[in-house]
């Protein structure tokens, strides 16, 4: 009996050790993501090129390209003209500095 009772001891203690893990891993969501600043940055370079509010964005992934150089890309709706419409930006950085090398945009489908 006493072996039962240490076990269940035990397991009651692992699921509470994976509570407080899985609580403490959460992201807080009051830290903005490391992508935000290139995100900003590609809305603002978006709505003048194509002079054009962004009602929305997602963020389809980061390529690290060297040690010293990556690329966030995003994917934009817009409202051009009373009609929808999407752009994928591109935003080349340098990883070490935090210096814009290029922005790309390639129209798409919304």
């Keep these: 009996m006493k072996w039962m009772s240490a076990v269940f001891i035990k397991s009651i203690a692992m699921s509470l050790a994976l509570s407080l893990a899985l609580l403490v891993a959460e992201p807080d969501p009051s830290v903005d993501p490391p992508y935000a600043k290139w995100g900003l940055i590609a ?11 962004i009602s929305d964005y997602q963020h389809i992934g980061r390529i690290n390209l060297s040690p010293t150089e990556a690329e966030e890309t995003f994917k934009l709706l817009l ?25 790309k945009f390639r129209e798409t489908q919304p």
Aim: zero cysteines.
């Design 43 to 53: 809305v603002k370079e978006a709505q003048k090129k194509y002079n054009s509010e």
């Design 79 to 103: 409202n051009r003209q009373g009609a929808p419409a999407a752009v994928i930006v591109t935003v080349r950085f340098n990883t070490v500095t935090e210096r814009l090398i290029t922005i």
